[in-house]
């Protein structure tokens, strides 16, 4: 059974950065693709960022495009999400989860294909 548990969230000022990390069991990084989802007040769950099982495709939303980053690191089994540049519309909660299947990356921007989610960890932005 995987399990992700999400860590680094907090507040933030305005072009700020803040490092995201996704603790998982069960040698998930590496064997299953995995990306960052987030979630607005008042708005739906929206794809952020995704990183395939070969550790080393990415795709991104536009909206984050050049601010973050996906990264994993195999020893410790867990998936990063390094954010720059923050802005206030960055504000939410930030989910992790892994994708049971593979499939690339176009496919895996819906929130559907993931089968295994964190908790979730709250991101504020301050102007």
């Known amino acids: 059974q995987v399990q992700l548990v999400e860590s680094g969230g907090g507040l933030v000022q305005a072009g700020g950065s803040l490092r995201l990390s996704c603790a998982a069991s069960?040698?998930?990084?590496?064997?299953?693709?995995m990306g960052w989802f987030r979630q607005a007040p008042g708005k739906e769950r929206e794809f952020v960022a995704v990183?395939?099982?070969?550790?080393?495709?990415?795709s991104y939303a536009e909206s984050v495009k050049g601010r973050f980053a996906i990264s994993g690191e195999y020893a410790k089994d867990t998936l990063y999400l390094q954010m720059n540049s923050l802005k206030p519309e960055d504000t939410g909660v930030y989910y992790c989860?892994?994708?049971?299947?593979?499939?690339?990356?176009?496919?895996?921007?819906?929130?559907?294909?993931?089968?295994?989610w964190g908790q979730g960890t709250q991101v504020t932005v301050s102007s």
């Open positions: 989860a892994a994708a049971s299947g593979s499939s690339g990356t176009d496919y895996l921007k819906d929130e559907e294909r993931y089968n295994y």
């Open positions: 069960g040698r998930t990084f590496g064997s299953y693709p």
């Open positions: 990183i395939l099982s070969n550790g080393v495709t990415t």
